[in-house]
């Protein structure tokens, strides 16, 4: 993930902001509610020969979305509670971003092994 994304969302990063139930929902939903989702539908249709740890892997992207997160957050809560929707949007982000990095490290190291 870029650093300039960071940067350019204009999160001034507290310790405050961590607890806010704005941003803990925010990051719950993108981070696990968006992958979670998107890999149960992928269970309902994937073929016999793909197990479930591809479409796993291939569901957390989902949770990783700034431009549309950032906008309606923009235009869903007032400047107060902003940077707190911010912060949500880019832990959840993150989350998802490091886990899919991690089980595509995991399924290729497994891949080698067998």
Do not use: C, E, H
Not at 5 to 33: E, K, R, W
Request: hydrophobic residues 55%.
């Amino acid at each position: 993930m870029p650093i300039f994304t960071f940067a350019n969302a204009g999160v001034p990063i507290t310790a405050a902001d961590f607890g806010q139930p704005i941003s803990l929902a925010i990051f719950v939903s993108l981070g696990l509610g968006t992958p979670v989702g998107v890999f149960g539908f992928g269970l309902a249709v994937r073929g016999s020969s793909l197990s479930w740890p591809f479409p796993a892997a291939g569901a957390f992207p989902t949770g990783i979305g700034f431009t549309m997160s950032l906008f309606i957050a923009g235009l869903a809560y007032s400047p107060t509670m902003l940077n707190a929707a911010k912060l949500g949007v880019l832990a959840g982000s993150v989350v998802s971003a490091v886990t899919r990095l991690a089980m595509l490290v995991w399924l290729t190291i497994r891949r080698r092994t067998t």
